[in-house]
């Protein structure tokens, strides 16, 4: 009786570790897969502040151009936004949007990563107000005049 339950506990074994070689992959799987992006809610259009058109993203190159391109392509969103590099006080830009009508978005890690970070928002499905919520807690810094 001993030498069966030994034969069959050696028996299972490789279906043992197959199972927890699949539950792994599974894991690792789920973890790293990318995410599903539902069809956005907050419409990318409608009348916007910013009336300037969006330079061209084939000036410029990686991070820059995309976000020169999402710029042009959900421009009401990106008007939506407040730039947290404070250029509305310091170049009196009118919205984030504003800054990608001329040559400051491209020399700005701020503005392109506040555009960067709604469009995956705008992506994942979030409404207009979601977005900007989101974009101020994670972009906001207390302005500190720039005079020396």
């Known amino acids: 009786m ?9 028996n299972l074994r490789p279906f043992i570790f197959i199972g927890v070689i699949a539950l792994i992959l599974s894991v690792v799987y789920s973890a790293t897969k990318p995410i599903e992006y539902g ?33 042009a392509e959900i421009p009401k969103i990106i008007d939506s936004q407040f730039c947290y590099c404070y250029c ?5 830009h009118k919205t984030l949007l504003t800054c990608f009508t001329n040559e400051h978005g491209s020399k700005c890690d701020t503005c392109i990563n506040e555009v960067l970070y709604a469009y995956e928002l705008y992506k994942q499905g979030k409404t207009l107000d979601e977005i900007i919520v989101s974009v101020d807690k994670k972009f906001y810094r207390p302005y500190k005049s720039q005079r020396l």
């Open 2 to 10: 001993k030498q069966k339950n030994n034969k069959l506990k050696r």
């Open 39 to 71: 069809t956005p809610i907050a419409p990318a259009t409608g009348q916007l502040i910013e009336n300037r058109p969006v330079m061209s993203s084939a000036f410029y190159t990686g991070k820059t151009a995309e976000a020169y391109r999402i710029a």
């Open 88 to 92: 509305k006080k310091n170049h009196q």
